[in-house]
């Protein structure tokens, strides 16, 4: 029985039903359905009956599935609006993280200023630091974005095709993006702050943020779009969401 309620789940899932409220729904109809098999056996009938005849008590697949179909509210933010969960969303978070980079390093150069107006007195772990800030926010903050971004799209059983525009949104804008902190090259020279974008002349660090870009999309995308032929190639099992009633085997 236990099949048969995970083909309803993953045919409310494939339909746009929020995860939280499929998995709700479903975990309802289990004890309905455990109630109704402990009436019939009450009533004298054997435990493969009893759950043959209170399975079709309840009703065929498609029409409980519609049951909560029919209730939009019930369909997740992804299925409703995926161009904004995954178009403008990815977007706003890669530059919420460039943001956040650019203010912790004005931050520190602010930090050490000996006085207002004064050239900063660098730390000696500034260049160090500059460089993990880096990292974060041109390589593992973005695939930790995308990476969340596939396992949301995945636990919905989104279309791939939403889900996918998002990676390459994180990977390409996210892994090109350029926070860089030029130090003065004579003792009292200007620090100079490099905003902007690999893909724009003067391509600074290109060949770095090809490298990001090759990285986060290989570890979020890759997986992603593997899992999508994976589900694809292989056979749903009997119970599976083809079927249109829930029958025991």
Known sequence: MSDLFHALRERLLTAGVAPRHARRYVMELREHAADLTAEEMAAGLPLREAQALALKRLGGQEVLAQALLQRGEFRSWGARAPWAVYGVAPLLGVLAIYGLAL?????????????????????????????????????????????????????????ALWPSVALLIVGIVGGAGVAEVQLPKVPDGYVELVVGWSFICPYVNLDMALRHIAAILLLSLVPYLAWHIWRKAVPQSPGGPEHGHLIET
């Open 103 to 159: 203010g912790a390093i004005v931050g520190i150069l602010v930090a050490h200023r000996p006085a207002p107006g004064a050239h900063p007195i660098l730390p000696p772990w500034f260049g160090a630091a500059t460089m993990a800030l880096g990292y974060l926010h041109n390589l593992v903050l973005p695939l930790l974005v995308g990476s969340g971004l596939a396992c949301m799209a995945t636990r919905q059983r989104m279309p």
